[in-house]
């Protein structure tokens, strides 16, 4: 996984509730980004990075915050969860062209 | 924006022969065109790619083609084998911008009988 983790793996949390998303990288990756995964609609980016504290939106941003305060880490918050945003979520880096992606966060609001 | 379309969404083939996943894109200034395959439970793994300044790359039992003109790229796994069974995604991305945001299509299941 490129020396890509993320945490929690799973969780499952009640509509209404914050919730945070981790995503750790230990190459010093400038490009950062989070997708979510739903079926039928292959995987969506939600925001990205291109360096500390430098973040812009994706095709699917709504509802979700990001920050990025060292390079090895890349939060994604659900600052409300919603039933909508029940999916899975996954990081992934960028290395010149190429990217690769974390193992993903299975993530259920009910 | 770029709209990426993938065919068919399921394929089922005998172990040994070929299988052909098709994927167009609409936007004429993209000029990255990855392919991924996706195990269940792990993340996407990237296993060829092809920029638009060629128009086919090959690797072992895998091979992409591009056609700029018609904006249609294709995967070809050659004598497949029970372990190629997985979901398939082709992407496309323009890389104009910052990072390189790929578009994704809505994937292909392929499964090998053996």
């Known amino acids: 996984d490129a020396g890509i983790t993320q945490s929690p793996r799973h969780k499952v949390t009640e509509t209404g509730t914050p919730v945070t998303l981790r995503c750790h990288q230990t190459e010093n990756h400038r490009y950062m980004y989070w997708y979510r995964q739903d079926p039928g609609h292959g995987l969506r980016l939600i925001h990205y990075?291109?360096?500390?504290?430098?973040?812009d939106k994706g095709e699917v941003s709504d509802g979700y915050s990001v920050s990025r305060s060292k390079t090895e880490d890349f939060l994604l918050t659900l600052e409300s969860a919603t039933s909508s945003q029940t999916s899975v979520y996954f990081c992934?880096?960028?290395?010149?062209?190429?990217?690769?992606f974390g193992p993903g966060t299975r993530l259920t609001v009910t | 924006g770029e709209n990426v379309e993938q065919h068919p969404s399921t394929l089922s083939v005998q172990e040994g022969d070929s299988a052909v996943i098709k994927c167009t894109y609409s936007d004429s200034a993209s000029n990255y065109f990855p392919w991924y395959k996706q195990e269940l439970g792990k993340g996407p793994q990237l296993i060829i790619d092809?920029?638009?300044?060629?128009g086919e790359k090959k690797d072992q039992r895998i091979a992409v083609t591009l056609n700029k003109t018609a904006k249609h790229f294709s995967l070809h796994i050659t004598e497949t084998q029970p372990e190629d069974s997985a979901v398939y995604f082709c992407?496309?991305?323009?890389?104009?911008?910052?990072?390189?945001?790929?578009?994704f299509g809505a994937g292909t299941i392929l499964r090998v009988k053996s």
């Open positions: 990075s291109y360096g500390v504290k430098d973040t």
């Open positions: 092809i920029r638009s300044n060629v």
């Open positions: 992407a496309a991305s323009d890389n104009r911008e910052y990072g390189n945001k790929l578009v």
């Open positions: 992934a880096i960028c290395e010149l062209y190429e990217q690769y």
